[in-house]
């Protein structure tokens, strides 16, 4: 096998965190079992940003967990070897920011999901949640994971010794 570029995957890195519109989300439900739900997202700093409808069943569970994780994950149709999916998954701790105030996040959003569509979600009932990230790990191909943080700063190999299995 030849050796990993760390820079190189670095940059790439930073290049698909920045690419992806949505998320999926991992939480749990009232009686304590798995949930999976989606959103779109917006990145600012090392931070994530959903804005979701409070009739949504995500968002109670969202605003009842004390973790939720988050999984951003390439494209099936430009993925190669779907056992080696590119993904990003990050253990993120939530916080409803309600739908006061925040322009910054809101113009990200709508720079990223249309000036129209975030216009007309302000007049529904929507709320902001952050979700900060705790811990991370990118995987992008077989022998090429990461442990990660959204900026990059923290980008670090994992190596698993296959003799100890």
């Given at each position: 096998?030849?050796?990993?570029?760390?820079?190189?995957?670095?940059?790439?890195?930073?290049?698909?965190?920045?690419?992806?519109?949505?998320?999926?989300?991992?939480?749990?439900?009232?009686?304590?079992?798995?949930?999976?739900?989606?959103?779109?997202?917006?990145?600012?700093?090392?931070?994530?940003?959903?804005?979701?409808?409070?009739?949504?069943?995500?968002?109670?569970?969202?605003?009842?967990?004390?973790?939720?994780?988050?999984?951003?994950?390439?494209?099936?149709?430009?993925?190669?070897?779907?056992?080696?999916?590119?993904?990003?998954?990050?253990?993120?701790?939530?916080?409803?920011?309600?739908?006061?105030?925040?322009?910054?996040?809101?113009?990200?959003?709508?720079?990223?999901?249309?000036?129209?569509?975030?216009?007309?979600?302000?007049?529904?009932?929507f709320s902001l949640f952050s979700l900060t990230p705790v811990e991370g790990r990118y995987?992008?191909?077989?022998?090429?994971?990461?442990?990660?943080?959204?900026?990059?700063?923290?980008?670090?190999?994992?190596?698993?010794?296959?003799?100890?299995?």
């Amino acid at each position: 096998m030849k050796p990993i570029n760390i820079e190189k995957e670095k940059e790439n890195y930073l290049h698909f965190i920045e690419g992806r519109k949505t998320c999926v989300m991992s939480m749990l439900n009232d009686e304590g079992e798995p949930f999976i739900s989606n959103s779109p997202v917006v990145k600012i700093g090392d931070t994530f940003y959903i804005y979701i409808s409070r009739i949504a069943d995500h968002y109670r569970f969202i605003e009842n967990s004390k973790v939720v994780d988050m999984l951003l994950i390439a494209d099936e149709a430009s993925t190669h070897n779907h056992f080696a999916t590119e993904r990003l998954r990050f253990k993120c701790t939530p916080e409803n920011l309600g739908n006061e105030g925040h322009e910054t996040i809101f113009e990200a959003f709508s720079n990223t999901h249309g000036n129209q569509i975030m216009s007309l979600l302000k007049t529904l009932d929507f709320s902001l949640f952050s979700l900060t990230p705790v811990e991370g790990r990118y995987v992008v191909g077989f022998g090429k994971a990461f442990d990660v943080n959204p900026s990059g700063t923290k980008f670090e190999h994992v190596v698993v010794d296959k003799k100890q299995r």
